[in-house]
């Protein structure tokens, strides 16, 4: 499959202190990708260096095919990012900003249809005349995401797009940028929230420390995780459990149990029956899957790179 994305042999130094050491991965077109990490892991520098604003102390990245140094304006061209920042000029209506940001990549009037396009579908439309400065941070995170997509791009950074924004617009925003992905688009996702990229991303990168620590499918990765959790609920008193049981649980409630088993080591029917021999009841039970939240705890918390 031809690749949207190449990041190849990536290393940034800032002085004496290395960000990002030796990153290599790809993305394909037309997939919805998840790059997470803690804060500091290096996601906002290989943005920058992706789009321009800051150069590779050695490697290349190429997007669609276009070195991002050598071939610049090819490359700018393919992309378009929304920044985590709220970066905006007030002089500007929200239409004017559009039909400016719209000539940077040398379109004129031809291209009006597809800005009026951007703004109906953000809800903008009565915000058209209004200078940026006036608009709520909401507003202002629409505004961003219609100048990333003015120039219709192939790919398409999103950093933190939903970062402080309340739940009705975020669900504007995912539901547009799915519609983006059907259409063929290549969206590159960074976001803390973890339940987002677990349900949006086909594919997600770990960065720590400036380390790619993970990297593969999303559903790989939570299959990656060898825990999951045990609810019970129960009648009888837990004093007689045994003490190799009781190691399992990590939470213990009035007539509730919560154990973490371990997927090969521990099975649920040994527990299971190891409980019911000290005369506790089980009137429920519910097993519950690893969440990417688990899966990224567990790749970050015990990376001593």
Known sequence: MTQAVTISNINKRFGALQALKEINFSIDQNMYFGLIGPNGAGKSTLINIMSGLSHATSGFIEIMGYNVRSNWRKARQSLGVVPQELIYDSFFTVRE????????????????????????????????????????????????????????????????????VDVGLRKVLWHFTQKLHKEGSTILLTTHYLEEAESLCQKIAILDKGHLVALDRTRALLEHYPYKLLNLTYKGHTFDIPGSIKSLIVDAREGKLTLKLHRIKDSIGAVLAAIHSCGIHIVDMQTIEPRLEDVFRDFTENNHV
């Open 97 to 164: 900003m559009l039909r400016l940001q719209s000539g940077y990549f040398g379109y004129g009037t031809e291209n009006y249809p597809w800005i009026d396009e951007l703004i109906e579908t953000l809800d903008l439309t009565d915000k058209t005349h209004e200078n940026l400065h006036r608009l709520s941070g909401g507003m202002k995170r629409r505004v961003l995401i219609a100048q990333a997509l003015v120039h219709k791009p192939e790919v398409i950074v999103l950093d933190e797009p939903t970062a402080g």
